[in-house]
């Protein structure tokens, strides 16, 4: 199969729900309930069961016991339609090829979605770009944020200019964690209130990181219709690293996955520092469909004068004053935003209703590319409406 030539931006964010039907408020995913029936006579309900990471419809179907035109002699409660409930599962996935450039002129048929490892028959597959989304940027204010704090502050304000441009399909907003976690600023459309804010906050304290996730889920704003039109996606701008949260990490992906958020991470780990926190930060990402970029890593890597040109006094370093190392630094930020940009307003969309019959609360979902050298990120899986684990 001949390959398709990669352009510069796509999108892997998590399962949405699919009836386009907005969500009148916002509840704790622990205390959701079963979508409520409707008369007859109205159109079939819909509700965003947010416990379950699936839509709900609930249909109505004639009583096969009541004959065609009524019987005045049948029971009255055989009058009322019989209920069922139809799960679609929506994922949205981005393709990259070998290179890590993204791939986005593929189409339906070079896609398959196995559910529990039973392929399911893919109902909606679309491309467009620069769909509605609400973003949550997570700063990370610990101590462990001092050293680069600069660079990650002008980062921040970077990414929050590129995404929120005044335009109503996107809005934001800002949670700042050091010791605790607070929604620092609610969910606007407009860039100015989270720059302002960002430019005045000092990093110092501990890292409340899970109770930060938390917030995002549960404690912003809502846009009307979300998170089915727009989606929810979060930009944690931190290290991974958790000292001081109330809930856990295994809690806050699991409300992840339920509230339909994607997770993606600008590591503020620095190079030659080595960070055990970092498979937190990568779990929250995977899990929810999601990655982590880090622009420090290999920040070096392309700087000629580090372990090559060693300076006069012996030491392998870059001369001081030459300004490389902060040349180096501002091109690996501006890369890692333009990557986290360019996932966040591009994407593949597909839907399809389970056939699975399992009793199993949540199930895996894997999606494979028929192409060679390519790589496909989409969320690990959901949970099913209406199955108590």
Known sequence: MQFRKPVVFAAGLGIALCLMTPLAAHQDPSKASAPTSTAAAKPAATSADKSSGTSAATVAVPSPNVPKGGSQGADKSSDNPIRIQVNEVIVPVTVTDEKGRFVTDLNEKDFQVFEDNRPQAIRFFTRER????????????????????????????????????GDPKYSGYLVDYAQDAEVAVNTTNDPEPLV????????GGGA???????????????????????????????????????HSLDQVIELAQRNLVTIYGISTQAFGFTNASDANLVRLATQ?????????????????????????????????GTGAYRSAVDGRMYH????????????????????????????????????????????????ANGVTP
């Open 130 to 165: 620069s769909q509605p989304v609400v973003i949550g940027f997570l700063l990370d204010m610990s101590n462990a944020s001092r050293v680069h704090w600069k660079n990650f502050q002008d980062s921040s304000i970077e990414l929050i200019q590129t995404l929120l441009t």
């Open 196 to 203: 302002e804010k960002i430019r005045k906050l000092k990093p």
């Open 208 to 246: 409340a990181l899970y109770d930060a996730v938390y917030l995002a889920c549960t404690s912003h704003k809502l846009v009307k219709g979300e998170p089915i039109e727009p989606r929810r996606v979060i930009v944690i701008i931190g290290d991974g690293h958790d000292n001081a949260s109330k």
């Open 288 to 320: 929810t469909g999601g990655r982590v970029v880090y622009p420090l890593g290999d920040v070096y890597k392309d700087t000629d004068g580090y372990l090559s040109h060693p300076s006069d006094d012996g030491n392998y370093a870059l001369t001081v």
């Open 336 to 383: 890692a935003v333009a990557d986290i940009a360019g996932e966040v307003t591009t994407q593949y969309i597909i839907r399809y209703v389970s056939d699975n019959p399992s009793n199993k609360s949540y199930r895996n979902v894997k999606v494979t590319v028929d192409l060679g050298n390519v790589k496909v990120r989409a969320r690990k899986g959901y949970y």
